[in-house]
C-alpha cells in the first residue's frame, strides 16, 4: 500500500493535487492537537488556492467549512486563558454591567475608548453575564472578521499564507490581554483593506478604532497620509518640471533626511531628551488622566516594556522578511493599501529600534508584533492576477514565505511544548497540547 501510495505521488504534475492527503492529514492533527491542527488545514486551503484553473470558492464551500472550524478552535483556545492583570480588569467590567452602562466605568470616563464595552454589553445581556461567552464572542468576533473580511481583502489567493503566519505567531493570542487595543487594530484593518473599495466604510471602521483604542489615531494618521501623498504624487506627476524645480526639490528631500538622521542620532546617543520632549507637550492633552498616565511612565522610564518585548530570532525573521518584501516590489502600480501597510511597517520598525534604545511603550508597534503574518501580503497580495510583472522576484518573495511560516510554526510548536515554564498569558491550565478535539468540546459545553 505504501509502495502505491509513492508512485501516485511520483505521478503528481501540480502540488495543489496534495491538497486531499494534507487535508486528511490536518484533519487528523486538528483531532489530536486542535491549536496545532490549524496549520496544515490552512495549508490543505492554500494547495486548492494554487490549482491554475481555481475559481473563488462561493460561500458554502469545503474551504469555508474548514475556515469556520478553525475559528471555532482558535475562540475556545483563547477563552481558556488563566485570567490575570488586564483580562480581570476587563472581565470585573464586564461582570458590573448589570449594575452600570458601559459610560460608568473609569476607561470610558476618562477616555471615551467605550466601543469594547458597548460590544461587551451586548453580550451580557444576550448571554444571561456569562463570564466564558464573553471572552467567546471577543475571540469569535476578532477571528472571523481576520480571516473572512481582512486576509481575504488582503490576497484573495495566498491570504491562507498569511493566516498560518498569523496563527502561529505567540504574540497573536495576546488579544484576551490588550483587549481594547487588538480590538482597535482590527478595526484599523478593516479600515485599511476598505480605503479604496468605500470611504464610508473607511471612516465608520477608523471612528470604531479611534473609540476602542486612541492609539489607533497613529495608524488612521498614516493612512490619511498615504491618501494625501497620493493625490499630491497625481498632482506632481501633471506638473512640468523644470530642471531647476526638480534640483530644489532634491535638495529640500535632502535636507528633510538629513535632519531627520540628526534627530535619530540624538535620541540614540541621549533616550531621555525624548522623555523631557514628551513631557513638554502633554499639558496640550486635554484628559488629564491620560496626561498623568503617560508623564508617569516618561518619568520613572522604569524600561518595563523592554521585558515585555523581546526580540527573538523568529521576529527579527519577519522584520527581514517584510524589509526584504518591499525592496523586491514592482511600485508601478501599487494600492493604497500595501503603501498603508509598508508605511506602518516603517512606523513600527522604527517603535522596534525606539524599544531596544529606550525600553519606552512598545503600543505604537503592537500591530506589527500581533499581526505581522497580514504584513507578508506586501509580497503576495495578486488581486489582479491578469496583471504580469506585479511582483518582482516573485521566486525569492515565494521561497522566503515558506521559510517564514516554517520556522514561526517551529517556534509556535516549542513554545506551546513549554507553556507550563511560561509565566504570563498561557492557555488550557499551561497544557494545551494535552487537550484533544474532545477535550474541546467538552470544556466548550461545560462552560456554557
Known sequence: MLDQTFEKIKKIQNIAELKLPVLFFGFAVWVSFPILGIIPLLLAIQLDLLRPSKKYSKLLSLNNLVLILIILTI?????????????????DIYDNLDRQS???????????????????????????ESTFWCLFSFALFNNSVIVFYISKNLSPRYYPTLLIILFSSYFYYSQVFYMRQFFSLVFVLAAIVSMESNWILFWIFSLLAI????????????????????????????????????????????????????FVLQIYNNPKSIYRFIDSILEL???AQISRSIQGRVENNDRRDTELFSLNIFLAIAILSVGIFIVSRNYKKITLKIWSFISIYLVSLLQILFILVTGFNQ??????????????????????????????????????????????????????????????ITFFDKHPLGVSLFDYIVYFFQSI
Request: charged letters at 15%.
Open 75 to 91: 475562540s475556545i483556545y483563547l477563552t481558556s486563558i488563566d485570567a490575570f492583570a488586564d483580562t480581570k480588569v476587563y472581565l
Open 102 to 128: 458601559p459610560f460608568d466605568n473609569y476607561i470610558s470616563k476618562d477616555r471615551f475608548e467605550v466601543v469594547l464595552f458597548l460590544f461587551f454589553a451586548v453580550i451580557h445581556y444576550l448571554s444571561n
Open 211 to 262: 473609540f476602542s483604542h486612541t492609539s489607533s489615531f497613529i495608524y488612521i494618521g498614516v493612512c490619511l497620509g498615504v491618501q494625501s501623498a497620493g493625490n499630491i504624487s497625481r498632482i506632481i506627476k501633471k506638473i512640468k518640471w523644470r530642471k531647476k524645480d526638480k534640483i530644489f526639490l532634491f535638495i529640500a528631500l535632502a535636507l528633510a533626511v538629513i535632519t531627520l538622521l540628526y
Open 285 to 287: 492633552v486635554p484628559k
Open 363 to 424: 503600543r505604537i508597534a503592537y500591530l506589527f508584533l500581533a499581526f505581522f503574518g497580514l504584513f507578508f501580503c506586501i509580497g503576495l497580495d495578486d488581486q489582479k492576477l491578469n496583471e504580469p510583472n506585479k511582483i518582482k522576484n516573485f521566486a525569492v518573495v515565494s521561497a522566503i514565505t515558506i521559510f517564514m511560516a516554517a520556522s514561526n510554526t517551529f517556534n509556535f510548536i516549542g513554545v506551546q511544548a513549554k507553556m507550563q515554564d511560561i509565566v504570563g
